[in-house]
Every structure is written in structure tokens, then in C-alpha cells.
């Protein structure tokens, strides 16, 4: 019974790792602290059409430290002595490797690659999360400042 507490206090911290991790966003429609109270370029264009694409997930390696945690106590609980140590090993680094595949499978979005004509002829592509509807022959607004452009009705 002992065993299996610690296993599952372990585990949520790990979902509560993995999480926090997953904060960042890739959203038209999220600042970030350092991007608000900040000047950003405005240009105007016609979007010439809208690609949905799949944003990465992260790893940030949270996930597999978290999982190895994890795996590691779930491990020790097989065996005795040397079998116990074995078992820690092996937990740690099948942990590891499932926390980090489900870092990244929790944080990947679905997002738009967004083929912009600016009204002075030039043609640009955004990717950010699908967070909006954009149409093709829609007229929008380029925001661009601090390394980052997002696009917005």
C-alpha cells in the first residue's frame, strides 16, 4: 500500500511538471509579459490563403525528468537489493522516456500557416496557433515587434 502512495503522489507531480511546462503559447491572441506595453509595426494585407499545420510539441525535458522520477520509485518497489536497483534503473529510464513523449504530445497544437499580400505587394507567411478563423481574401492586420508577428482581424 506504501508503494503505491508514493507512486501516486509521484505520478501527479509529474502531470503537474509536465503541465507547467505546456504554458507557453503560439496564439494570434496571447501576450506575453515582456510583449505588452511595447510599440509594434502595423501593416495591412489580403490573405491569400490559410494552411492548417501542426505546432511541435515542446521538450522542454520537464517531462522526462519527471518520468524518470517516477519510474525510478516505481522501479524500487520491484524486487529486493540488487533487484530493486535494477528495477530502479530501468523504471528511471523507461520513466524518462514516456515523460518526455508525453510532454510533447500534450503540448502540440494545432495552428495555421497564414499567406499574407501586404498592401505595398509583398507577400509574407505567418504560422501561429488556430485559435482564429482566417479566410482567404480577408483583410487583416501584420502586428510585428519584439521578434514576434502575429496576425489579427
Not at 509536465?18 to 503560439?26: K, L
Amino acid at each position: 500500500m506504501k508503494s503505491y502512495r508514493s507512486f501516486a503522489i509521484a505520478f501527479a507531480a509529474m502531470v503537474m511538471l509536465v503541465m507547467t511546462g505546456c504554458a507557453g503559447s503560439q496564439s494570434g491572441s496571447a501576450y506575453s509579459r515582456s510583449q505588452t506595453r511595447g510599440e509594434m509595426s502595423v501593416r495591412m494585407g489580403v490573405i491569400e490563403s490559410v494552411r492548417q499545420v501542426m505546432i511541435e510539441g515542446t521538450q522542454s525535458g520537464v517531462g522526462a525528468v519527471a518520468g524518470g522520477a517516477v519510474g525510478g520509485i516505481a522501479g524500487s518497489n520491484v524486487g529486493q537489493g540488487k533487484g530493486s536497483t535494477v528495477g530502479s534503473v530501468l523504471g528511471a529510464v523507461l520513466g524518462g522516456v514516456a515523460g518526455q513523449a508525453i510532454e510533447e504530445k500534450v503540448s502540440k497544437k494545432d495552428g495555421l500557416e497564414i499567406t499574407i499580400k501586404l498592401d505595398n505587394g509583398q507577400f509574407i507567411a505567418v504560422t501561429q496557433e488556430a485559435d482564429e478563423k482566417f479566410r482567404a481574401g480577408e483583410r487583416v492586420r501584420v502586428l510585428s515587434g519584439k521578434g514576434v508577428t502575429r496576425v489579427s482581424h
